[in-house]
């Protein structure tokens, strides 16, 4: 095989890239189930680090074969097997303590209820700066953006 300055170049660049951690934003997910383990390490030999419940959002930072590393809203991290969780479709309440949920999307609208940090949501929509959400027990109203992970 001959090469050529143009083939060099080329395979320089694509081993360049492959050497680059992508620039791609986070890709968020839910756990699928209650009781789900996440370990220290990206197999079932790894200890159990941490177990988490149905709909615990989390962010994906690395993947390994079927194992996802990934962090919680509280900057943990772990590793999680890959078909215990689905694309991101929940929240979770990272305020100081409680916050507002409210009847529509503006600080001047009626509190529908007050929600506690680390409660998780699920998300169904967004208008701006706001984010439509329902609690568990069926309530739905806005929340302002910041107030929530991821």
């Known amino acids: 095989m ?7 170049k080329v395979a320089v660049l694509m081993s360049s890239l492959l050497l680059v ?19 220290s390490g990206p197999g079932t ?6 177990e988490l ?9 690395e993947k390994k074969g079927d ?12 590793w999680i097997y890959s078909p215990l969780v689905a694309p991101g479709s929940t929240v979770i309440v990272n305020g ?26 699920t998300k169904l929509s967004t208008q701006g700066k706001w984010v439509k959400v329902r609690h568990s027990q069926g309530t739905t109203g806005w929340i302002y953006r910041p107030l929530l992970w991821p």
């Open 2 to 8: 001959k090469f050529t300055f143009q083939t060099v």
């Open 53 to 61: 419940f149905k709909g615990y959002p989390l962010k994906v930072i």
């Open 67 to 78: 194992w996802l590393k990934i962090k919680d809203f509280e900057e943990d991290s772990g």
């Open 45 to 50: 030999t790894y200890p159990v680090a941490m």
């Open 96 to 121: 100081k303590e409680s916050i507002n949920m409210r009847a529509k999307p503006n600080t001047t609208a009626s509190i529908v209820a007050t929600v506690d940090r680390g409660v998780v949501l």
């Open 21 to 39: 951690p992508s620039m791609l934003p986070a890709e968020t997910v839910s756990v699928k189930k209650d009781n789900v383990n996440v370990r």
